[in-house]
C-alpha cells in the first residue's frame, strides 16, 4: 500500500483544513488507517485512528471535539477535518495505515506511511 497526504496549508487560528490520504491497491479497506503528527524538536504523535469499516473511531485528547477521521472505501482514501485549529496544531501531518485492529496511537504497529503534509496555524 502507497499512501499519498495532502491538503495541508496555512491557516489562521479557528480556520479548518481537511487532510486526505489516498491509498494505492486494492487492499485498503484492510486496514486501520490513523493520523499523527510531528512537530519540529518534538515526537511523533498519535492524532486520529479508525478502524478498516470506519464504525470506530479513535482521538487524542487534545483534539477531541474540533478533529473528525472518516474514510471512503470505495476511493481508497482517508480524511482529517480539523475544525477550530490552533496554534499548536502546527505540524507536519501523516497519514498511515495499520493491519491491526488495535493500538491505533502506536506507531510500531502502522506497515505503511505517507510522506506528510505541513500544517501551520497562525495565530
Known amino acids: 500500500v502507497q499512501l499519498q497526504a495532502s491538503g495541508g496549508g496555512l491557516v489562521q487560528a479557528g480556520g479548518s483544513l481537511r487532510l486526505s490520504c489516498a491509498a494505492s491497491g486494492r487492499t485498503f479497506s484492510s486496514y486501520s488507517m490513523g493520523w499523527f503528527r510531528q512537530a519540529p524538536g518534538k515526537e511523533r504523535e498519535s492524532v486520529a485512528g479508525i478502524n478498516w469499516r470506519g464504525s470506530s473511531t479513535y482521538y487524542a485528547d487534545s483534539v477531541k471535539g474540533r478533529f473528525t477521521i472518516s474514510r471512503d472505501n470505495t476511493k481508497n482514501t482517508a480524511y482529517l477535518q480539523m475544525n477550530s485549529l490552533k496554534p499548536e496544531d502546527t505540524a507536519v501531518y501523516y497519514c498511515?495505515?495499520?493491519?491491526?485492529?488495535?493500538?491505533?496511537?502506536?506507531?510500531?504497529?502502522?506497515?505503511?506511511w505517507g510522506q506528510g503534509t505541513q500544517v501551520t496555524v497562525s495565530s
Open positions: 498511515a495505515a495499520s493491519r491491526y485492529a488495535i493500538g491505533w496511537d502506536r506507531t510500531n504497529l502502522y506497515d505503511y
